[in-house]
């Protein structure tokens, strides 16, 4: 269990309490059209993710920092994660799962379009978002290609070099 973040570098509001991120709700929202013809088309899972991208965009997220204040982060696949979480308690499952449940974790309360766009640049390598991570198919990555971050540090674009990345 994470011990009162609120006093230890996080945000909460003036009850005390860390307002549910709107993520959870497309999560749990069953989609009403979901038919086998509907899943496979990739339009549609374009569309689906470009809902749960703006949500992100929009959204503000804990992103735990070390004592210099940095945000975490992993390497995987050659690419930077930046660990961000939609609320305490997916904070507190990941810590549990890297078995440093008991410890403080400062964080600050960044929006996803803040990550995306100047924290992402900021790295000076591939570097994307992981969501959630501790809960498995329920988290998410926002990968660094076009159209999540932006075209000067995307993988995907062409007639960037690595030295421009």
């Known amino acids: 269990m994470i011990p009162d973040m609120a006093e230890h570098g996080g945000d909460a509001n003036s009850t005390g309490n860390v307002r549910r991120s709107r993520l959870y ?5 069953a989609v009403p059209d979901r038919r ?22 929009r959204t ?41 449940g008991a410890r403080d974790w400062a964080y600050q309360r960044w929006l996803g379009a803040r990550l995306l766009d100047a924290a992402v640049p900021a790295v000076g390598m591939p570097c994307g978002v992981a969501l959630d991570c501790a809960d498995g198919e329920d988290g998410m990555v926002f990968p660094p290609v076009r159209g999540i971050v932006p075209d000067a540090v ?10 421009e990345r």
Do not use: K, N, Q
């Open 60 to 100: 503000a997220v804990l992103v735990p920092v070390d004592e210099d204040e940095a945000p975490l982060t992993a390497d995987f696949g050659g690419v930077r994660w930046i660990y961000a979480f939609s609320d305490e308690g997916a904070l507190a499952r990941f810590a549990v799962a890297r078995g440093e």
């Open 154 to 163: 995307a993988v995907d674009v062409e007639g960037v070099t690595g030295d």
């Open 36 to 57: 086998p013809e509907t899943t496979g088309d990739p339009d549609h899972r374009r569309r689906e993710f470009a809902v749960l991208l703006g949500e992100f965009r």
């Open 25 to 29: 709700d497309y999560a749990d929202v």
